[in-house]
């Protein structure tokens, strides 16, 4: 079992920025993909951005590249989601996943946190 624990969401205006973390815990892997989806009222959930504990590689959702960067810190089972530029549709509750597949299908993921709310004012 891989337990996560979103923290970090909150209220910003237009143009501001916030950093999630997502803190893992229990049994975890280095083969792992972590995930970061989100999903709005009445909306599907939406990939947001993934990145693998171990080695190299990144994959961002089309909304959000060149604003979001994915991030991880290994020694403190932490990934992180630095994101600027936040516009009001950036607007969910944003979930931390773990899967063994780089996907952006919330399927593939076999662990989700609990989800922290982002608000982003106009």
């Known amino acids: 079992q891989v337990q996560l624990a979103e923290s970090g969401g909150g209220l910003v205006q237009a143009g501001g920025s916030l950093r999630l973390s997502c803190a893992a815990s229990?049994?975890?892997?280095?083969?792992?993909?972590m995930g970061w989806f989100r999903q709005a009222p009445g909306k599907e959930r939406e990939f947001v951005a993934a990145?693998?504990?171990?080695?190299?590689?990144?994959w961002y959702g089309n909304s959000v590249k060149g604003r979001f960067t994915i991030s991880r810190d290994n020694a403190k089972n932490t990934v992180y989601l630095q994101m600027n530029s936040l516009k009001p549709e950036d607007t969910a509750v944003y979930y931390c996943?773990?899967?063994?597949?780089?996907?952006?299908?919330?399927?593939?993921?076999?662990?989700w946190g609990q989800g922290t709310q982002v608000t982003v004012s106009s």
């Open positions: 990145i693998r504990w171990s080695g190299y590689g990144t």
């Open positions: 996943a773990a899967g063994l597949s780089a996907s952006g299908s919330a399927g593939d993921y076999e662990y």
């Open positions: 229990g049994r975890t892997y280095s083969n792992y993909v």
